[in-house]
């Protein structure tokens, strides 16, 4: 490459990101409404969403203000994918697992004993819902979709699957709550915020649950047994207003598309993951809180006992038009590529 090319290329450079400059300057300033029902102290708010904010508003030059609306201020905790479809907030964080059978697809991503690490499991499941988002969820513009890995915490013991039997469980999403109907449990549906209150009066003797959360919500305060497992995962999506989203001008636009990525996804649930299992720790220091270490017989118990939900998301996947045994292949091989599989 002779001097005056790369003096060429150089000042076409310059032009270039002068340009950008002027154009971010350039954009009406916008508000990004973005609506979750974590409380504002929750980890996840202090790990995933207040740093994807400043990160956007940085990237925006200003442009882009991003202002939350935490605790239900704008609707209940199942309400928040089709508050953002109608624009009622512009951003809303959601748990599909809420609306049991809507979102067959993401489901997926509950299976018990699945993924074995939040990070890795978030960054596969972003990758392998690329392909089914934009018809499982037409009605907004995917940003991202990640998880938590959570386990059973209860009034007593639980040790082995057949013990759930009669009990009354507050399950963390649709999955395991037809995980523990098989069981012979009856479900407490209520969302996170509701849940103490339930455990608290009775209601409900056990929840599925991650472990900082546990202390975050104040549950730590009823339940005092914990099983020290992957059980579960409960998966997670930001949507955007599509309308919203359409608005923006195209450097705006380039700002949301770097921070709707599968980046960030695996950012999120690592640092919200490492947050959460910080709890278990955390319990075992307080005091007057059990971690019952479950010998592998009573693992393979629950494993074995989980088996049929795998049958029945395979045959869920098959009626909305997939080849379900394939699909759930895939996501086993993004799992395997993240380390995150739970062999």
């Known amino acids: 490459m002779n001097r005056s090319f790369r003096i060429a290329r150089i000042a076409a450079a310059v032009i270039l990101a002068a340009g950008t400059t002027h154009a971010m300057a350039q954009d009406k300033p916008v508000e990004l409404r973005f609506a979750h029902w974590l409380p504002p102290t929750h980890p996840l708010a202090k790990t995933g969403f207040e740093p994807w904010a400043k990160s956007v508003e940085a990237a925006s030059k200003g442009s882009i203000k991003v202002v939350f609306f935490p605790a239900q201020q704008l609707g209940k ?7 953002a479809r109608d624009g009622i907030a512009d951003m809303t ?10 979102f067959p697809m993401i489901s997926a991503g509950e ?22 988002e934009e018809a499982e969820m037409k009605d907004v513009r995917m940003c991202l979709s990640h998880v938590h890995i959570g386990t059973m915490h209860s009034k007593k013991p639980i040790l082995d699957p057949a013990e759930v039997k009669g009990m009354k469980i507050r399950p963390s999403n649709g999955t395991i ?8 449990a009856t479900n407490v549906q209520v969302s996170a915020p509701e849940s103490r209150d339930a455990l608290e009066k009775g209601v409900a003797d056990a929840i599925t649950f991650p472990w900082h959360s546990i202390i975050t919500f104040g549950i730590d305060k009823v339940v005092k047994h914990h099983n020290d497992q992957r059980l579960y995962a409960s998966t997670f999506n930001w949507v955007m207003n599509k309308s919203w989203y359409d608005k923006l001008g195209p450097a705006q636009k380039k700002v949301i598309d770097d921070h709707c990525n599968n980046e960030w996804a695996g950012k999120v649930g690592a640092a919200w993951g490492d947050d959460e299992d910080s709890g278990q720790q955390k319990l075992e220091a307080k005091g007057g809180h059990t971690i019952h270490k479950l010998t592998p017989a009573q693992h393979k118990a629950w494993r074995d006992a989980a088996q049929p939900l795998y049958t029945s998301w395979i045959e869920a996947a098959g009626k909305a ?3 379900g045994k394939a699909a759930l292949e895939a996501l086993r091989a993004e799992l395997k590529k993240q380390g995150a599989l739970n062999e």
């Open 77 to 83: 905790a199942p309400d928040h994918y089709d508050m």
């Open 93 to 102: 964080w959601i748990n599909p697992g809420y609306q049991a059978g809507r």
């Open 111 to 132: 299976l018990p004993f699945l993924m074995s690490k939040p990070g890795g499991g978030s960054a596969a499941l972003d990758a392998w819902y690329a392909k089914y």
């Open 177 to 184: 709550q037809a995980f523990m109907t098989l069981l012979g």
């Open 321 to 323: 038009g997939h080849d």
